[in-house]
Protein backbone atom coordinates (compact mmCIF):
# COMPACT_ATOMS: atom_id res chain seq x y z
CA UNK A 1 0.00 0.00 0.00
CA UNK A 2 1.86 3.26 -1.30
CA UNK A 3 -0.63 5.75 0.09
CA UNK A 4 0.32 9.25 -0.20
CA UNK A 5 4.02 9.79 -1.98
CA UNK A 6 5.48 12.83 -2.04
CA UNK A 7 8.55 13.51 -4.09
CA UNK A 8 11.03 14.93 -4.01
CA UNK A 9 12.12 14.21 0.35
CA UNK A 10 14.54 16.94 0.43
CA UNK A 11 15.44 20.08 -1.83
CA UNK A 12 18.11 23.19 -1.85
CA UNK A 13 16.37 25.65 -4.31
CA UNK A 14 18.20 29.20 -4.58
CA UNK A 15 15.99 32.19 -4.56
CA UNK A 16 14.14 33.17 -7.47
CA UNK A 17 14.09 29.30 -8.90
CA UNK A 18 11.51 27.71 -9.76
CA UNK A 19 10.24 23.64 -8.78
CA UNK A 20 7.34 21.67 -8.51
CA UNK A 21 6.53 19.12 -5.39
CA UNK A 22 4.69 15.71 -6.38
CA UNK A 23 1.99 14.33 -4.59
CA UNK A 24 0.43 11.07 -6.05
CA UNK A 25 -2.20 9.09 -3.96
CA UNK A 26 -3.33 5.75 -4.91
CA UNK A 27 -6.20 5.63 -2.10
CA UNK A 28 -9.05 7.11 -5.11
CA UNK A 29 -9.62 10.09 -2.68
CA UNK A 30 -11.39 13.06 -3.77
CA UNK A 31 -9.95 15.48 -1.69
CA UNK A 32 -6.37 16.78 -1.91
CA UNK A 33 -4.43 18.94 0.42
CA UNK A 34 -0.81 20.86 0.90
CA UNK A 35 0.46 22.33 4.24
CA UNK A 36 3.13 23.71 5.47
CA UNK A 37 4.79 23.06 8.55
CA UNK A 38 6.93 25.49 10.48
CA UNK A 39 8.55 25.44 14.33
CA UNK A 40 5.66 26.83 16.68
CA UNK A 41 3.16 27.16 14.07
CA UNK A 42 1.27 23.89 13.30
CA UNK A 43 0.08 22.89 10.25
CA UNK A 44 -0.95 25.92 7.48
CA UNK A 45 -3.27 25.01 4.65
CA UNK A 46 -1.84 25.94 1.42
CA UNK A 47 -4.22 24.82 -1.51
CA UNK A 48 -6.58 21.89 -1.44
CA UNK A 49 -9.04 20.15 -4.13
CA UNK A 50 -12.10 18.51 -4.38
CA UNK A 51 -11.68 17.08 -7.35
CA UNK A 52 -9.78 16.79 -11.05
CA UNK A 53 -10.16 20.11 -12.34
CA UNK A 54 -11.03 21.57 -8.89
CA UNK A 55 -8.78 24.11 -6.92
CA UNK A 56 -8.82 26.42 -4.05
CA UNK A 57 -6.85 28.87 -2.02
CA UNK A 58 -6.36 27.84 1.70
CA UNK A 59 -4.63 30.54 4.53
CA UNK A 60 -0.99 31.19 2.71
CA UNK A 61 -1.66 30.65 -1.06
CA UNK A 62 0.83 33.34 -2.27
CA UNK A 63 3.80 32.03 -3.93
CA UNK A 64 1.97 28.91 -4.28
CA UNK A 65 0.21 27.32 -7.62
CA UNK A 66 -1.58 23.88 -7.98
CA UNK A 67 -3.91 21.97 -10.48
CA UNK A 68 -5.66 18.69 -10.22
CA UNK A 69 -5.38 17.27 -13.93
CA UNK A 70 -6.17 13.54 -12.43
CA UNK A 71 -7.26 12.11 -9.31
CA UNK A 72 -4.61 10.59 -8.14
CA UNK A 73 -1.96 13.59 -8.59
CA UNK A 74 -1.90 17.00 -6.96
CA UNK A 75 1.94 19.03 -7.66
CA UNK A 76 2.55 22.06 -5.96
CA UNK A 77 4.62 24.72 -8.03
CA UNK A 78 6.59 27.39 -6.33
CA UNK A 79 7.19 30.08 -8.72
CA UNK A 80 10.09 32.21 -7.84
CA UNK A 81 11.05 30.83 -4.77
CA UNK A 82 12.10 32.96 -1.06
CA UNK A 83 13.68 31.64 1.72
CA UNK A 84 10.51 32.41 3.36
CA UNK A 85 9.17 29.37 2.21
CA UNK A 86 11.78 27.07 3.41
CA UNK A 87 9.63 24.57 5.45
CA UNK A 88 8.42 21.08 5.49
CA UNK A 89 5.45 20.87 3.22
CA UNK A 90 3.03 18.00 3.54
CA UNK A 91 0.17 16.41 0.92
CA UNK A 92 -2.62 15.12 2.66
CA UNK A 93 -5.92 13.27 0.85
CA UNK A 94 -9.18 11.67 1.64
CA UNK A 95 -12.50 10.50 0.71
CA UNK A 96 -14.87 13.12 0.15
CA UNK A 97 -17.07 12.94 3.23
CA UNK A 98 -13.37 12.43 5.24
CA UNK A 99 -12.84 16.08 6.05
CA UNK A 100 -15.46 16.49 8.18
CA UNK A 101 -14.03 13.37 10.23
CA UNK A 102 -10.57 14.47 10.40
CA UNK A 103 -9.46 11.29 8.38
CA UNK A 104 -6.73 12.95 6.51
CA UNK A 105 -3.55 10.87 5.25
CA UNK A 106 -0.46 12.35 5.07
CA UNK A 107 2.77 11.84 2.83
CA UNK A 108 5.86 11.72 4.77
CA UNK A 109 6.61 15.09 4.08
CA UNK A 110 9.28 17.34 1.45
CA UNK A 111 12.07 19.46 3.09
CA UNK A 112 12.30 22.56 1.16
CA UNK A 113 15.35 24.87 1.93
CA UNK A 114 15.71 28.00 -0.03
CA UNK A 115 18.99 30.07 0.20
CA UNK B 1 -13.35 31.17 14.03
CA UNK B 2 -12.03 27.90 15.46
CA UNK B 3 -9.00 27.66 16.89
CA UNK B 4 -6.90 25.24 19.38
CA UNK B 5 -4.48 26.04 22.60
CA UNK B 6 -1.44 22.98 22.73
CA UNK B 7 -0.88 24.67 25.99
CA UNK B 8 2.80 22.58 26.52
CA UNK B 9 5.40 22.95 24.16
CA UNK B 10 7.07 19.84 25.26
CA UNK B 11 6.15 16.87 28.03
CA UNK B 12 8.81 14.67 29.21
CA UNK B 13 8.00 11.52 31.08
CA UNK B 14 10.18 8.21 32.28
CA UNK B 15 8.70 5.05 30.91
CA UNK B 16 5.97 3.21 32.33
CA UNK B 17 4.50 6.73 33.50
CA UNK B 18 1.36 8.35 32.77
CA UNK B 19 0.82 10.68 29.98
CA UNK B 20 -1.09 13.71 29.58
CA UNK B 21 -0.90 16.09 26.70
CA UNK B 22 -3.52 19.23 26.90
CA UNK B 23 -5.99 20.73 24.73
CA UNK B 24 -8.00 23.36 24.84
CA UNK B 25 -10.62 24.53 22.07
CA UNK B 26 -12.63 27.64 20.98
CA UNK B 27 -15.49 27.34 18.91
CA UNK B 28 -19.31 28.84 18.14
CA UNK B 29 -20.70 25.30 18.23
CA UNK B 30 -20.29 21.85 18.72
CA UNK B 31 -17.00 21.01 17.24
CA UNK B 32 -15.29 17.81 15.99
CA UNK B 33 -11.94 17.60 17.49
CA UNK B 34 -8.52 14.93 16.81
CA UNK B 35 -5.05 14.21 17.71
CA UNK B 36 -2.53 13.31 15.76
CA UNK B 37 1.03 11.97 15.79
CA UNK B 38 4.07 12.76 13.85
CA UNK B 39 6.99 10.31 14.79
CA UNK B 40 10.63 11.95 13.44
CA UNK B 41 10.35 12.43 9.81
CA UNK B 42 7.28 10.94 8.86
CA UNK B 43 3.92 12.06 8.11
CA UNK B 44 1.31 12.45 10.57
CA UNK B 45 -1.33 10.03 11.55
CA UNK B 46 -4.79 10.34 13.15
CA UNK B 47 -4.87 9.34 16.58
CA UNK B 48 -7.63 9.68 17.45
CA UNK B 49 -11.65 11.66 16.97
CA UNK B 50 -14.87 13.00 18.22
CA UNK B 51 -17.05 14.10 16.23
CA UNK B 52 -20.24 14.12 19.08
CA UNK B 53 -20.73 11.00 19.93
CA UNK B 54 -19.52 9.55 23.47
CA UNK B 55 -17.20 11.70 25.06
CA UNK B 56 -14.60 9.93 26.03
CA UNK B 57 -12.39 8.58 22.76
CA UNK B 58 -10.35 6.08 22.61
CA UNK B 59 -7.11 5.72 20.11
CA UNK B 60 -4.76 3.81 19.24
CA UNK B 61 -1.90 2.54 20.57
CA UNK B 62 -3.72 3.20 24.05
CA UNK B 63 -4.46 6.44 23.79
CA UNK B 64 -7.98 7.99 24.73
CA UNK B 65 -9.29 12.01 25.31
CA UNK B 66 -11.74 13.27 26.94
CA UNK B 67 -13.92 15.95 25.63
CA UNK B 68 -14.95 18.84 28.45
CA UNK B 69 -18.32 21.25 26.76
CA UNK B 70 -17.78 22.63 30.43
CA UNK B 71 -14.04 23.14 30.30
CA UNK B 72 -13.60 23.47 26.68
CA UNK B 73 -10.70 20.52 26.83
CA UNK B 74 -9.78 17.68 24.85
CA UNK B 75 -6.69 16.36 26.74
CA UNK B 76 -5.15 13.21 25.60
CA UNK B 77 -4.11 10.49 27.72
CA UNK B 78 -2.38 7.71 28.12
CA UNK B 79 -1.88 5.47 31.31
CA UNK B 80 1.67 3.83 30.69
CA UNK B 81 4.58 5.17 28.36
CA UNK B 82 6.29 3.44 25.94
CA UNK B 83 9.63 4.38 24.38
CA UNK B 84 8.09 4.16 21.26
CA UNK B 85 5.30 7.23 22.15
CA UNK B 86 8.28 9.80 21.93
CA UNK B 87 6.64 11.98 19.12
CA UNK B 88 4.94 15.24 17.87
CA UNK B 89 1.36 15.47 18.98
CA UNK B 90 -1.20 18.06 17.25
CA UNK B 91 -4.88 18.79 18.58
CA UNK B 92 -6.73 19.57 15.65
CA UNK B 93 -10.38 21.37 15.11
CA UNK B 94 -12.74 20.82 12.34
CA UNK B 95 -13.87 24.59 10.85
CA UNK B 96 -16.91 24.83 8.48
CA UNK B 97 -16.34 28.13 6.55
CA UNK B 98 -17.71 27.38 3.78
CA UNK B 99 -15.62 24.72 3.04
CA UNK B 100 -14.49 22.16 5.52
CA UNK B 101 -11.47 22.95 7.13
CA UNK B 102 -9.00 21.53 10.33
CA UNK B 103 -6.90 24.00 12.64
CA UNK B 104 -4.02 22.62 13.49
CA UNK B 105 -2.37 23.47 17.09
CA UNK B 106 0.73 24.13 17.55
CA UNK B 107 2.42 20.84 19.02
CA UNK B 108 3.49 18.99 21.76
CA UNK B 109 6.61 17.04 21.67
CA UNK B 110 6.61 14.31 23.56
CA UNK B 111 9.83 12.94 24.79
CA UNK B 112 10.18 9.55 26.82
CA UNK B 113 12.88 8.61 29.20
CA UNK B 114 14.21 5.14 30.08
Known amino acids: NAGVTQTPKFQVLKTGQSMTLQCAQDMNHEYMSWYRQDPGMGLRLIHYSVGAGITDQGEVPNGYNVSRSTTEDFPLRLLSAAPSQTSVYFCASTRAGGIRTGELFFGEGSRLTVL | ?114
Open chain 2, 1 to 114: AQSVTQLDSHVSVSEGTPVLLRCNYSSSYSPSLFWYVQHPNKGLQLLLKYTSAATLVKGINGFEAEFKKSETSFHLTKPSAHMSDAAEYFCVVSENTGFQKLVFGTGTRLLVSP
